[in-house]
């Protein structure tokens, strides 16, 4: 290589570093590259606040004079209305209805855990008083399935907890499938029912539901497995 391609390549080489320095200032005044920009979540927040105060207006919206709730088919919302619920109470109406599948009375609601006597005197005014009907889950009327008949009062014999099927006892009033399967399960595990007492050890049977079924059922020495 000869002294004037020495000196070309090293001018050469020198603009390149001053081109290289003066680009490097540039990017570090222009600081590092912007981030993308969050999500704006405000609508979505905006609109969860909307429909919680629309809940809490319909909570808190006093009943109608001689507006009656039908435990059978109100929301937890309307079954919160009543005075001296509360929500939890109301939730827990609305989940016993849908694992019974429908009250047979109003005096049912004794047996929902957090409903006591008290509780009951306060909302008993505003309940619905006529027969309620039964449901199956979300409240709507039973179409797919065929209506089973309903043991009563006047039934000529009572019928027996340690024979009965899990039809035969879904024939009982208050009493839906998941109920009937309880009282199977437990009278597998106890080896058969003693009284018709037992039926109190079976989860979803309370004194008010007992009171109701006494009359209808009885103990056989036979148990079906």
Known sequence: MTDS???VLARTAAVLLVVSAARYGWEARRGPPALP???DDGPALLAESRRLQQENDARARPLAAGERIDPNRATDTELD???GLGPAAARAIVAEREEKGGFGSVDELLDVPGIGPATMQRIHPF???SPVGRTVRGGAPPSSRPAVPRLTRAA???L???AASQADLERLPGVGPALAARIIEKRTAKGGFR???DLLEVRGIGAATLA???PLVRVGGGVRR
């Open 37 to 39: 920009a969050p999500e």
């Open 156 to 158: 000529p014999a009572a």
């Open 81 to 83: 209305r009543m005075p």
């Open 5 to 7: 391609e020495t000196r």
């Open 212 to 214: 109701r079924l006494r």
């Open 127 to 129: 309940l619905e008083r």
């Open 160 to 162: 027996d907890l340690n």
């Open 195 to 197: 009284t018709p007492d």
